[in-house]
C-alpha cells in the first residue's frame, strides 16, 4: 500500500526495485490505495519509476479503509463494508483501463506538494517504534506480529514482544493482527478496533 508518505512498497530506504521489460515500448501503471487522501502517492510511484526508465502511462488511486488507527477508529463495520463495496467498483474501473491501455492521470484525493512535505514530517516522528507496546498480560505469544512485520522489526520471546528498529513503516499490521489486541499505539489504539481486509486469512501458526 502507497500512502502520501514515501516510506511504503517501493519507498522504503531499504528496498531497491530492479525493473526490466523485453518490450520496447511497455505500459506502466501505477495504482495507489489510500484512507484518508493519496497525497502524493502516484506522482512519487511515477517519478520513481521515471528515474529507472519506465515512466507511467497511468496513474490510479484506490480509497479503501483506513487502518492508520491513531487517526482512525475501524469500529463502524457497516462503513468499512460500503468503503470496500465502491472500492471495488473502482478496481474494476481500473482494470477496464488498463485492459484498455489507457493513458493519464486518472488519481483522486491528490496533495499538493507543499502539504504533502509538511505531512511527510509529521509521519518521521510518528513512525518511531517507541511509540509501539504490548500487554503481557494479553499476549499469547502467537508470534503473528513477527511473522508479518514487513520490516522485521519485531521479536517475541515467550510474551514478551519486542520492537528491535528504532523506525519502521508503521503500517500497523501489529495493531492490527494481534488476536488479543495486546500490541497498542501511545496506548491509545485499544478502543479503536482493528482492520484487516475481509478477503485476507490470517493463520494463527506461524
Given at each position: 500500500?502507497?500512502?502520501?508518505?514515501?516510506?511504503?512498497?517501493?519507498f522504503r530506504s531499504n528496498q531497491r526495485l530492479e525493473i526490466r521489460s523485453a518490450d520496447p515500448d511497455p505500459y506502466v501503471y501505477c495504482i495507489a490505495t489510500y484512507g484518508h487522501s493519496s497525497g502524493c502517492a502516484s506522482l512519487y510511484e511515477d517519478l520513481y519509476l521515471s528515474d529507472r526508465g519506465f515512466p507511467?502511462?497511468?496513474?490510479?488511486t484506490v480509497r479503501m479503509p483506513g487502518n492508520f488507527l491513531p487517526d482512525h477508529?475501524?469500529?463502524?463495520?457497516?462503513?468499512?463494508a460500503r468503503i470496500n463495496d465502491a472500492a471495488d467498483k473502482v478496481i474494476d474501473g481500473i482494470i477496464e483501463r488498463?485492459?484498455?491501455?489507457?493513458h493519464g492521470d486518472f488519481s483522486n484525493s491528490?496533495?499538493?506538494?507543499?502539504l504533502a512535505k509538511r505531512a511527510h514530517k509529521q509521519y518521521d516522528k510518528a513512525r518511531t517504534?517507541?511509540?509501539?507496546s504490548s500487554d503481557e498480560g494479553k499476549c499469547i505469544g502467537c508470534r503473528r506480529?513477527?511473522?508479518?512485520c514487513p520490516e522485521q522489526a519485531i521479536k517475541v520471546d515467550g510474551k514478551t514482544v519486542t520492537w528491535t528498529k528504532d523506525r519502521c513503516v508503521m503500517c500497523f499490521g501489529c495493531?492490527?493482527?494481534?488476536?488479543?489486541?495486546?500490541?497498542?499505539?501511545?496506548?491509545?489504539?485499544?478502543?479503536?478496533?482493528?482492520?484487516?481486509?475481509p478477503g485476507v486469512k490470517l493463520s494463527m501458526s506461524v
Open positions: 500500500r502507497s500512502t502520501l508518505f514515501p516510506y511504503t512498497t517501493l507511467a502511462a497511468a496513474r490510479f477508529d475501524v469500529n463502524d463495520k457497516a462503513g468499512i488498463i485492459s484498455s491501455r489507457a491528490r496533495m499538493p506538494m507543499f517504534t517507541d511509540h509501539l506480529c513477527e511473522k508479518f495493531v492490527n493482527r494481534c488476536p488479543t489486541n495486546a500490541i497498542q499505539y501511545d496506548g491509545e489504539t485499544g478502543s479503536r478496533g482493528q482492520y484487516v481486509h
